[in-house]
């Protein structure tokens, strides 16, 4: 799907392709869009912007999905992403201001997440990020809703503020972490369990 090619659709309220890849702006404006299906496509940036009645994201495999920048971005209504597993690159504020995106997702392949990857996401509950190898600026701050653990077994990077004001998480391990930002956990006031290992060798300061 070429660059705006559905840009002001503005009746258009289901999509289902198999397409493998989805240009920028692609939806822009398809302002009554309320679900889409699709395969494991490279979805370009903005590619949903202004889709605000968006609810649902259906994601089918197999295969890798790439979600590039503000693909999905301020989309307030945006309650469902089913197939979270078949993504393996988050692009930055993705998800940003996605306040509605809740329950639990499983990106048990997901290797990059971007700056503001889910920046207030306030419904968010629980992820799995197993192969999560960099960490972007912000990616889950303000997710006030985040509770239990993290665990981040392959995870190098973390940048600043990535989990500022997680006031529900609980636990954090990170064994192969070697590159922390600063004011990662400013606001984790029930966090109780941090693992680090052998590879940071400094904490910064908020």
Do not use: M, W
């Not at 840009?7 to 939806?27: D, P, T, Y």
């Not at 981040?152 to 064994?175: H, I, M, N, W, Y």
Request: a negative charge; proline letters at 2%.
């Amino acid at each position: 799907i070429e660059s705006k090619a559905f840009n002001g659709c503005s009746s258009l309220r289901h999509f289902v392709s198999a397409v493998q890849f989805i240009g920028s702006s692609a939806f822009n404006g398809c302002s009554s869009l309320e679900s889409v299906t699709l395969g494991p496509a490279d979805i370009g940036e903005s590619a949903f912007s202004e889709c605000y009645l968006l609810k649902s994201v259906n994601i089918r495999g197999p295969g890798n999905c790439v979600i590039r920048e503000n693909a999905f971005a301020n989309l307030t209504l945006l309650e469902s992403l089913e197939g979270a597993n078949y993504i393996v690159n988050i692009g930055d504020n993705a998800f940003n201001g996605c306040i509605s995106l809740s329950g639990y997702l499983d990106f048990s392949n997901l290797e990059v997440l971007g700056v503001n990857g889910f920046h207030n996401c306030t419904s968010l509950t629980s992820v799995v990020v197993g192969n999560l190898l960099n960490l972007g600026k912000n990616a889950f701050s303000g997710c006030t809703s985040l509770s239990g653990a993290i665990d981040l077994p392959r995870v190098e990077s973390v940048g600043d503020g990535a989990f500022k004001d997680c006031a529900a998480l609980t636990s954090f391990v990170a064994p192969q972490l070697s590159d922390l930002g600063q004011g990662v956990f400013i606001g984790c006031t029930n966090l109780s369990d941090v693992v680090f290992g052998e590879s940071l060798r400094c904490i910064p300061s908020d």
